[in-house]
């Protein structure tokens, strides 16, 4: 009776290691879905249960997640509204905030369960809208809280927005990474501090 032995040489095991200690933050990423309107339970945890609230759907998400957004308009809630007297009275602070490590798609079919195989940001157009009242993107510029290249906007079309705060001669601290992103319609641009 002839014996074989399974020789496995020293690299595939190393390989193997390094797969399982690099490859398990991948694995735990969460993607979560956003859908005009949401649908099913809207916690945004699937398509079928997708949330109709991006901002929550980006407050929810850590370090690697990802949040899948749907054709369709969506536009920030409303923050504080600038009072009387102020020459942005009437305009409002609010504004979708981006979170460092989380990267937000847009382009999905607004119907079904795609994949990111069947994103198209030309057909699928995923607007995100200042309503002509606010920012459309807005975050604290504090060091603490800067926007890197971690923090990604891939996908969107941004309109009607209306940044009031900051000033032109400030210098540039945050740095989002925007892939296939247009800017178009209506935008004025008062400050450097929202989009």
């Not at 997708?50 to 923050?79: E, F, H, K, R, T």
């Not at 009437?90 to 990111?116: L, R, T």
């Not at 030309?122 to 926007?147: P, Q």
Request: glycine residues 12%.
């Amino acid at each position: 009776m002839d014996i074989h032995y399974l020789y496995v040489p020293v690299r595939a095991y190393v390989a193997a290691i390094f797969f399982l200690l690099f490859a398990t933050p991948v694995l735990s990423q969460t993607v979560r879905y956003v859908r005009e309107g949401g649908s099913g339970t809207k916690d945004g945890l699937s398509w079928a249960n997708a949330s109709g609230d991006l901002q929550a759907m980006i407050n929810a998400s850590a370090n690697g997640d990802q949040v899948w957004v749907a054709a369709g308009i969506y536009i920030p809630s409303a923050g504080t509204v600038y009072g009387s007297g102020s020459m942005f009275e009437g305009k409002d602070q609010g504004g979708f905030k981006m979170k460092n490590g989380v990267e937000i798609y847009g382009g999905f079919p607004a119907s079904g369960s795609p994949g990111m195989m069947n994103r198209d940001w030309t057909d699928n157009i995923t607007i995100l809208s200042g309503n002509n009242l606010r920012a459309v993107i807005v975050n604290d510029f504090i060091s603490s809280s800067r926007l890197n290249r971690t923090a990604v906007l891939d996908g969107f079309t941004l309109s009607n927005g209306y940044a009031s705060r900051g000033g032109s001669n400030q210098k540039p601290v945050c740095f989002p990474d925007f892939e296939k992103s247009a800017y178009y319609k209506k935008y004025k641009r008062l400050g450097s501090r929202g989009i």
